[in-house]
């Protein structure tokens, strides 16, 4: 069994361990590889740069389910509120041998859902007021078995590590262009050296930012893809599923184009992506694979299960 769902029932998925495993060794060099050129480049400020690249990783590491809390506006919510969502997120945490994560809603017409938080003990779940309304309870289930095996997989945690990146490069370029540190001290000395830091900086930040997103888009689609087997497994009603993605899927695209823009940062997140359905259509680097994908897949273990 492999090291990503041993403390769970969840159908293990070696395919998404290694892709992870990969994923983070890319991703560890890549940040390895731009602190020490931020170093290198500004030497005098060398202690301020490590200070504020381990406080940024900290920060979104440790914090990653309340800061996406805050940013898509859920709450935590109890048993009294919400009888039918804890019920199933119950039934589904038995049936997986899991601790139950937090319970959450955001109030957004925008039906979708989405998992976050370093590991299962501190990991939240959260569904929108419209997914809410939309799904039948045997849909619901199928979304939320699809939150709950990212938790177990702990492929939230590599999304957030990995995306990690990216914010790092943006604060550190910011930092390095604007807060004084380049150019500083004799200026005989130094006017050349600013002049190069400030042309290579804001390029080595953009190829940092360009590889970090190509992988974490591989590994989202992939683990989408992962997270719909092992809910359809679990549960035993892939068509269940496959009718929430097909519902999902046809109602985002009729949101308005505002709130899905509001929504977007989040889009690996979500149980489907915050698209219309033109952005759909021509989403090359899109972090979900297409619904066709998903549901050709689906069909394919219900074909299994049913013999």
């Known amino acids: 069994m492999s090291a990503s769902s041993q403390h769970s029932r969840f159908a293990p998925d070696r395919g998404l361990t290694g892709r992870m495993v990969v994923t983070m060794f890319f991703i560890g060099l890549l940040y390895v590889g731009f602190t020490g050129v931020l170093i290198v480049l500004l030497r005098g400020a060398w202690p301020l740069i490590v200070l504020i690249s381990g406080g940024l990783f900290v920060a979104q590491f440790w914090f990653s389910d309340k800061i996406t809390e805050r940013a898509m506006g859920a709450r935590s919510v109890t048993p009294e509120q919400y009888p039918q969502l804890h019920g199933t997120i119950d039934r589904l945490c038995a049936l997986a041998d899991m601790p139950k994560p937090r ?25 929108t007021t419209g997914l809410l309304r939309r799904l039948e309870p045997e849909e619901l289930e199928g979304v939320l078995a699809h939150e709950l095996s990212h938790v177990a997989h702990r492929d939230v945690a590599v999304m957030t590590i990995a995306g990690f990146l990216g914010v790092l490069a943006g604060v550190m370029t910011r930092i390095a262009l604007y807060g004084g540190f380049i150019g500083g001290g004799n200026r005989n000395n130094n006017d050349s050296n600013a002049a190069i830091a400030m042309l290579i900086i804001p390029l080595v930040s953009m190829v940092v930012y360009a590889i970090s997103f190509l992988l974490t888009r591989l590994l989202s689609r992939y683990r989408e893809l992962a997270a719909d087997r092992a809910a359809a497994q679990l549960t035993g009603r892939p068509s269940a599923l496959a009718s929430a993605l097909t519902k999902v899927t046809g109602q985002i695209a009729a949101i308005p184009s505002k709130d899905l823009r509001q929504a977007q940062p989040y889009n690996a997140f979500y149980f489907a992506p915050a698209l219309s359905a033109r952005e759909t259509a021509s989403q090359l680097l899109s972090t979900h694979p297409s619904l066709e994908q998903r549901l050709a897949q689906l069909a394919r273990i219900s074909a299994q299960l049913g013999r």
Do not use: L, S
């Open 103 to 127: 319970v959450a809603v955001a109030d957004n017409d925008m039906p979708n859902a989405f998992a976050t938080g370093r590991n299962p003990q501190n990991a939240v779940v959260c569904v």
